[in-house]
Every structure is written in structure tokens, then in C-alpha cells.
């Protein structure tokens, strides 16, 4: 046998392996993908998204023997949501970022998820198992809540399993005062100290939202306590509820079940269907009442800090107990019609898996895109103090591909030119309405709108800025205030898409240096202003700015100058 024959025989049995014991990893999900789809601008290159189809929740992120598993809600039938056909779509990496998809984990078969398989968490148990809870919508559509567990644990990637027989396990029965239509979205479960575990479920009262409160033994049979976790009148329904606990020391991540007061403190997150955006407040967890009080000066409202400004929603954090962080995921929507939806054949994607842990001021959260999005940069380009004069300063940033990068640039301003700061308004409480009324299309006054212009055309007929304001906090002020804004009001020729400007506040003084940090990913772009502090996300679809047709700048446009002490700019790869 010569070598040639030899090596060909060799990679086919290699190849056979890998198929035999990886059956199905791939192609159930990718047969029949259209090229229309493969190839088209506005699919993203390092984001997450499913092969084809409709996407949307985050579901029991976790990771099991060094893999990192994702589960999100799928309909496998189209391009809109079809709550009645919805499936948990399966994905899994060993770096959260290059992906095999799976085929679903589950899918409705039984009388207690028959009309749908929502949204629900995974829990690793003591023993190193996990376990999945999820809401079925049953065949009386009543949202309950379930039990699966993976038939084969030696199989690393979990490609299946099963579900319990005791289906289903919690239930809204009228004994339990609970809202039939208003009951989804188990928790990770935690362990107290009396040895029972606990999940909260999210739901509603009348406009009273509520993150009810369940316990057992075994893990099979619940009981309702007689207190929510928490709740708030007012609010409406509380979706997709996530609790965990942070560090109040450090940025390293805290298991789920580690409840020491005086290490830690407590988040709650939900998704208000009002605004179709998530709140968290940070406070208490008082083990014996079984509550949760929030810290003072946080209120589980819309009033509430939010971890994104743009579109983010349903999102759901893990603890990875390979590198001790908490990682955050987060369902990012789409901008444009149904009709351009059907006609791309797929919607929807997940943001960037981050970072997320406690400020050092105890009331607010850090988020910053996970590290291993790093190994996916190639070309840099860099500069070192430049300075953006006063008045239009426009610099074109030549030398990366500009429809998928990562950049990060460090501001300054002097402190003379921080006295001639505008004095924000005593009625601008709201950061968006501010991004609305002092977008960056027009020259302003004072300090900014300064920073990064993304997707743009040749000749500036589309693009998105993503930019800073300073002001005073009142007249003779040594107190200001820093604005962060993603416009997208010119990012598309297009007509009938949202091109809402998004805002946050950035608590960081602006006597240091301010950062911003953008990744630009062909139909998405995420930012990052004062080194995670403020993360805006938003959905754009220009027409002429895409591919190698895109361009990077940097940009003043107001009166005076900023200087760029640095900025880093790189292509990024696409995903395998």
C-alpha cells in the first residue's frame, strides 16, 4: 500500500469516527439551509444565531465536562415566532464562541408541553448532573413547569433527553393562587440551608409582578411558600426572572448556591413585557424569610439599572466553574419588518456572551465581552494621541475590515474645555430622549458628541454613530454628566425599519480617560462606554455600507477639541 492510499484511508476513518460518534451533531439542524441564507450581508460572522429560522430566549447556558452548552428557544417551522411549535434549540463549544448546532433537546410530545417547550434553566447538582426545568405550555394551555434530565451523561455534548414521567411537576392549580397564562421561566435552582432547593418562576397578579418562590427536597416534588421572592405592584409580567449572587470583593464569578452575607450580594433580574426590556437591583437575600430586599435606592421597576440601553431581552446568566466568572447571554431582536424577516429566512440572534460582576461602588454591574472573543481578531490598527479638533473632525480609520471588527479608543479632555461643558437640562432625566433630541447628525455646542461612526458608506449616506456627551450637572458645576448614544437614524437607506437612537449614562468622571469599545458585526453593533458601565446594543441594516463597501471613523462634532490617547482597531474573523 503506498503512503498516498495510506493517508487517504487513514482521514477516512478518521472521518468515520467522527461521524459515528457525533451522529446528527450538525445535520439536523443545517440540511436544507438555503444559500440565499448563507450568503447574505446582514448574517452575522462571530455571532451566535441558529442555522435558519426564528430564534429568541437564551435558555440553561451551562458548562458540563469542559463544554459550554447553549439552549435557546427555536421554531424549526419558520421565520416568525409560532409559540405553539417552539423547541429548544441545542448548541454546543468549547470556547463560547465557535459553535456545533444540535438537534433539539425538546420538543413538545407530552400532555405537559404538548402546545410548546418555553423558556427554563439548567441546574448542576451536587453530584455533577444537570437537570433542566422548563414551562410547557400544556394542552389546557396552562403554563407549568417541567423536569429533563440527559439520557447518556458520558456523552459529553448531552444530545439527549429525557423527560420526567412526573410531568408536570409544579402546576397553577387554583389551590395555588397563580395566573394559568402568567407562569414561565424556572430559574437556576439554589440550595438553603435547610437542604431543600429553591426556583424562582416569574408571573403576574393583576399588574402586580411577582417572582414566586418553590422548594423541594428531591427535586421532583414542589412546593409553593407562602411569600414571593419578591415582587413589585405596577410593573406587570415579570418574564424570564434570574437570581444569583456576586462578589463584593472581586470580579470572579460566585456559584448559585453560595450564600455567605457577607461575601456576596444578590441580583434580580426580569424582563418587564411592558417595555420589552430587562431591569436588575442588587440587595439581599435573606435566607431565613426566604425574601429577597433589594439595596436602597434600587426598585424592581422600570426605574430600575438595565444591563443593556439597545435591544437586549430574556437574558439569562451561568456560572463557569472552568474560569470562576459569571456569564451573561442576552436575546438581541431585529429592526427590520416581518415581510424582510420571511423573506431572509431567519431571525433573531444572541449578543456576545459577557462578563458580568459587581462594581466597586456596590450598585451597578459590570459587563464585558467574554475574553476568547479576542482570538478571533487578526489586522490591527493603531494610534496614539491624536487629536479630534473641535467643529466636524472626521478621521477615517484605513486598514480593517469595518463590517466585522472590535475597536476600543480612550478619550480625554482637558479640564479647561470641561468648564465649557452645556449644562444638561433639569427635565433631561431620560438618556434616550437625549440621544433623540441631540443626535449626532447636527454640529453642537460644547464637549460631543465625539466617537465612532460604524457601517458607514463611501459618501456618509448611511451610518451609525456611536458617541459621548459631557455636561455639567448645573452652572458652575465641578459635577458632570457623561451620555452614551448609538444612533441609528442614518444607518439605512432602508424605510420601514426601527431606527431608534438608544442612551445610557456612563458613571465615570470625565476628568480620567473615557473608553468605548465597539464590535461591529455586519447587522449588529455593541458597545461598551467606560469599560462595561453602559452597553448599548442595536440592530442596523444599510444598504450601501456593507461587506468591503464599509467604512470605520472616528468623529467631533462638537466645539471642543478631544484628544484620542489611543485607538485600537481589528478585523475580526468569522466564526467556525
Given at each position: 500500500m503506498?503512503?498516498?492510499v495510506?493517508?487517504?484511508r487513514?482521514?477516512?476513518?478518521?472521518i468515520?469516527l467522527?461521524?459515528?460518534?457525533?451522529?446528527?451533531v450538525?445535520l439536523d439542524?443545517l440540511?436544507?439551509?438555503?444559500?440565499?441564507i448563507k450568503?447574505?450581508?446582514?448574517?452575522?460572522?462571530?455571532?451566535?444565531q441558529?442555522?435558519?429560522?426564528?430564534?429568541?430566549d437564551?435558555n440553561?447556558p451551562?458548562?458540563y465536562k469542559?463544554i459550554?452548552h447553549?439552549?435557546?428557544?427555536w421554531?424549526?417551522?419558520?421565520?416568525?415566532?409560532?409559540?405553539?411549535?417552539?423547541?429548544?434549540?441545542?448548541?454546543?463549544?468549547?470556547d463560547?464562541?465557535?459553535w456545533?448546532?444540535h438537534s433539539?433537546a425538546i420538543?413538545?410530545?407530552?400532555?405537559?408541553?404538548?402546545?410548546g417547550?418555553w423558556?427554563?434553566?439548567?441546574?448542576?447538582?451536587?453530584?455533577?448532573?444537570?437537570?433542566?426545568l422548563y414551562?410547557g405550555n400544556?394542552?389546557?394551555?396552562?403554563?407549568?413547569?417541567?423536569?429533563?434530565?440527559?439520557?447518556?451523561?458520558t456523552?459529553?455534548?448531552?444530545?439527549?433527553?429525557?423527560?420526567?414521567?412526573?410531568?408536570p411537576?409544579?402546576?397553577?392549580?387554583?389551590?395555588?393562587?397563580?395566573?394559568?397564562?402568567?407562569?414561565?421561566?424556572?430559574?437556576?435552582?439554589?440550595l438553603?440551608?435547610?437542604g431543600?432547593?429553591?426556583?424562582?418562576?416569574?408571573?403576574q397578579d393583576?399588574?402586580?409582578?411577582?417572582?414566586?418562590?418553590?422548594?423541594?427536597?428531591?427535586f421532583?416534588?414542589w412546593?409553593?411558600?407562602?411569600k414571593p421572592?419578591h415582587y413589585?405592584?405596577?410593573?406587570?409580567?415579570?418574564e424570564c426572572?434570574?437570581?444569583?449572587?456576586?462578589a463584593r470583593t472581586?470580579?470572579r464569578?460566585?456559584?448559585t448556591?453560595?450564600f455567605?452575607?457577607?461575601?456576596?450580594k444578590?441580583?434580580?433580574?426580569?424582563?418587564l413585557?411592558d417595555?420589552?426590556?430587562d431591569?436588575?437591583?442588587?440587595?439581599t437575600y435573606?435566607?431565613v424569610r426566604?425574601?429577597?430586599?433589594?439595596?436602597?435606592?434600587?426598585?424592581?421597576d422600570e426605574t430600575?439599572?438595565?444591563?443593556?440601553y439597545?435591544?437586549?431581552?430574556?437574558?439569562?446568566?451561568?456560572?463557569?466553574?472552568?474560569?470562576q466568572r459569571?456569564?451573561?447571554?442576552?436575546w438581541?431582536n431585529?429592526?427590520?419588518?416581518d415581510?424582510d424577516?420571511?423573506?431572509?429566512?431567519?431571525?433573531?440572534?444572541?449578543?456576545?456572551?459577557?462578563k458580568?460582576?459587581?462594581?466597586?461602588?456596590?450598585?451597578?454591574?459590570?459587563?464585558w465581552?467574554?475574553k476568547?472573543?479576542e482570538?478571533?481578531?487578526t489586522?490591527?490598527?493603531?494610534?496614539?494621541?491624536?487629536?479630534?479638533?473641535?467643529?466636524?473632525?472626521?478621521?477615517?480609520?484605513?486598514?480593517?475590515?469595518?463590517?466585522?471588527?472590535?475597536?476600543?479608543?480612550?478619550?480625554?479632555?482637558?479640564?479647561?474645555?470641561l468648564?465649557k461643558a452645556?449644562?444638561?437640562?433639569?427635565?433631561?432625566?431620560?438618556?434616550?430622549?437625549?440621544c433623540?433630541?441631540?443626535?449626532?447628525?447636527?454640529?453642537?455646542?460644547?464637549?460631543?458628541?465625539f466617537?465612532?461612526?460604524v457601517?458607514?458608506?463611501?459618501?456618509?449616506?448611511?451610518y451609525?454613530?456611536?458617541?459621548?456627551?459631557?455636561?455639567k450637572?448645573?452652572?458652575?458645576s465641578k459635577?458632570h454628566?457623561?451620555?452614551?448614544?448609538?444612533?441609528?437614524s442614518?444607518?439605512s437607506?432602508?424605510?420601514?425599519?426601527?431606527?431608534t437612537?438608544?442612551?445610557?449614562f456612563?458613571?465615570?468622571s470625565?476628568?480620567q480617560?473615557?473608553?468605548l469599545?465597539?464590535?461591529?458585526?455586519?447587522s449588529?453593533?455593541e458597545?461598551?462606554?467606560?469599560?462595561g458601565?453602559?452597553?448599548?446594543?442595536?440592530?442596523v441594516y444599510?444598504k450601501?455600507?456593507?461587506?468591503?463597501?464599509?467604512?470605520?471613523?472616528?468623529?467631533?462634532?462638537?466645539?471642543?477639541?478631544?484628544?484620542v490617547?489611543s485607538l485600537?482597531?481589528w478585523?475580526?474573523?468569522?466564526?467556525?
Open positions: 503506498n503512503n498516498m495510506w493517508c487517504n487513514a482521514i477516512f476513518l478518521l468515520s467522527f461521524l459515528a460518534n457525533n451522529a446528527l450538525v439542524a440540511h436544507n439551509v438555503p444559500n440565499h450568503n447574505q450581508p446582514y448574517r452575522t460572522g462571530y455571532h451566535f441558529a442555522p435558519k429560522n426564528w430564534m429568541n437564551p440553561g451551562m458548562v469542559g459550554y447553549l439552549f435557546y428557544q421554531n424549526p417551522n419558520g421565520a416568525l415566532m409560532e409559540v405553539n411549535d417552539t423547541v429548544w434549540g441545542h448548541a454546543t463549544s468549547t463560547l464562541i465557535n456545533i448546532t433539539p420538543k413538545p410530545s407530552r400532555p405537559s408541553d404538548i402546545n417547550c423558556s427554563g434553566s439548567v441546574t448542576i447538582l451536587p453530584n455533577g448532573k444537570p437537570v433542566l414551562t400544556d394542552r389546557y394551555n396552562r403554563q407549568v413547569q417541567n423536569l429533563a434530565i440527559p439520557k447518556n451523561l456523552d459529553p455534548y448531552l444530545r439527549h433527553w429525557t423527560k420526567s414521567p412526573e410531568n411537576l409544579v402546576t397553577p392549580g387554583d389551590a395555588n393562587h397563580i395566573n394559568s397564562t402568567a407562569f414561565r421561566d424556572p430559574t437556576t435552582a439554589w438553603g440551608r435547610d431543600r432547593w429553591r426556583i424562582t418562576t416569574g408571573s393583576g399588574r402586580r409582578g411577582l417572582a414566586i418562590l418553590h422548594t423541594s427536597r428531591d421532583v416534588r412546593k409553593q411558600s407562602m421572592l413589585h405592584d405596577g410593573t406587570g409580567m415579570w426572572p434570574d437570581f444569583f449572587p456576586v472581586d470580579s464569578g460566585v456559584d448556591t453560595a455567605n452575607g457577607k461575601m456576596v444578590h441580583v434580580l433580574k426580569v424582563s413585557t417595555t420589552f426590556h431591569y436588575y437591583t442588587i440587595g435573606d435566607q426566604d425574601v429577597y430586599v433589594p439595596d436602597n435606592g434600587f426598585v424592581q430600575a439599572p438595565r444591563y443593556d439597545g435591544k437586549f431581552y430574556a437574558s439569562k446568566t451561568f456560572y463557569d466553574s472552568v474560569y459569571r456569564i451573561l447571554w442576552g438581541v431585529e429592526s427590520s419588518t415581510k424577516i420571511v423573506n431572509m429566512g431567519w431571525a433573531r440572534l444572541q449578543a456576545i456572551p459577557r458580568v460582576w459587581l462594581d466597586e461602588s456596590g450598585k451597578s454591574l459590570v459587563q465581552p467574554v476568547e472573543i482570538s478571533l481578531r489586522t490591527q490598527v493603531k494610534w496614539g494621541n491624536k487629536v479630534l479638533k473641535g467643529g466636524g473632525s472626521v478621521m477615517e480609520v484605513h486598514g480593517v475590515t469595518a463590517s466585522q471588527a472590535d475597536v476600543e479608543v480612550f478619550f480625554k479632555v482637558s479640564g479647561l474645555d468648564e452645556d449644562v444638561i437640562e433639569p427635565g433631561w432625566t431620560d438618556p434616550q430622549l437625549i433623540s433630541q441631540k443626535n449626532a447628525s447636527l454640529v453642537k455646542s460644547g464637549l460631543g458628541p466617537g465612532l461612526m457601517l458607514v458608506s463611501k459618501n456618509l449616506e448611511e451609525t454613530s456611536v458617541y459621548l456627551r459631557i455636561f450637572a448645573r452652572e458652575n459635577e454628566v457623561v451620555v452614551m448614544c448609538s444612533d441609528q442614518r444607518s437607506l432602508e424605510k420601514g425599519n426601527d431606527k437612537p438608544y442612551g445610557a456612563v458613571d465615570v470625565p476628568y480617560t473615557i473608553s469599545r465597539t464590535l461591529i458585526d455586519n449588529i453593533v458597545s461598551f462606554g467606560g469599560k458601565k453602559a452597553c448599548i446594543t442595536s440592530r444599510p450601501l455600507a456593507t461587506g468591503k463597501r464599509t467604512h470605520l471613523f472616528a468623529f467631533n462634532k462638537g466645539s471642543q477639541s478631544v484628544d490617547l485600537s482597531a478585523s475580526m474573523k468569522s466564526t467556525r
